[in-house]
């Protein structure tokens, strides 16, 4: 058996195709296929506006420059990658770190008591954390109540849904960012995209993208102009056209997620391991995190991620808290009262996840865990 990562990108010959007929093409970078992949984006999600960028950093980067003022209070989350805090920092605003509830997603509640005591804090950053759809009821309640900016990082959670309101829709939030990093639901090597359903904030996205830059050849054919600092973003033709025919497989790669996530649900009844939260349907399963306690077992954690290495498995952990991380340590973070991330943290590990998973490869990951965890 190949090594068994904790997640993967699948790319068939369709994939390939489409990428070979751009790179043979005239345009390899801002031709039709950007836009092309813009649409299709705005078809999933029912969002009204998409930007695509070079990857979801940056998506996250450009939103919060478009969202946020220097010196701006932002609730966000411990528990998701240095990117959605880093982005807050990115533009001079200032993240803080709420508690998580048990199923790793922000406590929205915790987040109101934040909003009730200090009326200067202006946003609230959420990440649906491995595919699990936040409360969009208590976002829309949030939004309305306190007035504040809400971006959704949807970069695990493409094809997740709350109550029918898909993830990316914004039907509640002023910005989403995707991300299609290899390990995410569809891939096109490096890239990500915004989301939103103002059409101001569209239209700042895209000069933000390429710049700041805005042609206008009514004045001269060769004239651009430049009212604001911006960057480039871009992402290439060949890079949309392979996210164009990778959305093509999504409901294929999402099912197969949701099986295997299904699977390691039942397989794991009854014993030590703890599935992050009940197998649900609303989750896209970016990721599947179960939950050890340590304390009753022979093996530590560290010990585990090495043996199961050394069986042809790869454990990842989502995530280490961001405000414990040195950066923000340096900055007087890390102390934050979060006792249910902190537990978290110690329990916490992620399975492999990815639609190539073969029953058989998952049968292995599960028979290999049980055996290490009850020596
Ligand atoms: C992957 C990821 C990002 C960053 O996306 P990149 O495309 O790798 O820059 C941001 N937020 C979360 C929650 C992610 O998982």
């Known amino acids: ?138 976002l829309k309640y949030l939004k309305e109540k306190y007035n504040i900016k809400i971006l959704e990082d949807c970069a695990h959670s493409l094809g997740a849904s709350f109550d029918g309101i898909k993830a990316g829709s914004c039907a509640n939030s002023d910005c989403s960012i995707l991300s299609f990093h290899p390990v995410k ?21 895209l000069k933000l993208r390429s710049h700041g830059m805005e042609r206008k050849s009514e004045i001269a054919p060769w004239y651009y102009e430049m009212n604001e600092l911006g960057f480039n973003y871009r992402i290439t033709d060949f890079q949309c056209a392979l996210g164009i025919s990778q959305f093509k497989k999504f409901d294929n790669f999402v099912r197969r997620r949701k099986e295997l996530a299904f699977n390691y649900t039942k397989a794991f009844e009854n014993s030590i391991i703890k599935p992050l939260y009940p197998y649900t349907e609303n989750s896209s399963y970016h990721l599947f995190v179960v939950r050890v306690d340590f304390s009753k077992t022979t093996i530590n954690k560290k010990e585990l991620f090495i043996k199961i290495k050394e069986l042809g498995i790869g454990l990842q952990l989502h995530y280490i808290p961001i405000n414990k991380q040195p950066f923000y340590k340096s900055l007087g973070y890390g102390n934050e009262h979060t006792p249910v991330m902190n537990k978290y943290y110690e329990e916490c590990f992620s399975l492999p996840l990815y639609p190539d998973l073969s029953d058989e490869e998952q049968i292995y990951v599960i028979k290999c865990l049980l055996e290490v965890l009850y020596v």
Do not use: W
């Not at 959605?84 to 929205?108: M, R």
């Not at 891939?187 to 700042?204: F, K, L, P, V, W």
């Open 185 to 205: 639901h569809i891939t096109t090597g490096e890239g990500g995209a915004i989301t939103t359903n103002s059409y101001e904030i569209y239209q700042r996205l």
């Open 1 to 138: 058996m190949n090594f068994i990562p904790y997640g993967k990108q699948s790319i068939d010959d369709d994939d390939i195709k489409a990428v070979s007929e751009i790179l043979r093409s005239d345009y390899l970078t801002t031709g039709p296929k950007v836009e092309e992949f813009e649409n299709v984006i705005c078809e999933f999600t029912d969002a009204k506006y998409t930007v695509a960028v070079s990857n979801g950093t940056a998506a996250l980067h450009l939103a919060s420059l478009v969202l946020l003022n220097p010196n701006d209070k932002v609730l966000t989350t411990p528990n998701s990658f240095l990117a959605t805090a880093n982005s807050i920092k990115y533009v001079g605003a200032i993240p803080i770190f709420v508690d998580i509830c048990e199923d790793g997603n922000i406590d929205l509640d915790l987040c109101e008591e934040y909003l009730k005591n200090d009326h200067t804090i202006k946003a609230l950053y959420v990440v649906h954390f491995s595919g699990n759809p936040i409360n969009q009821q208590k």
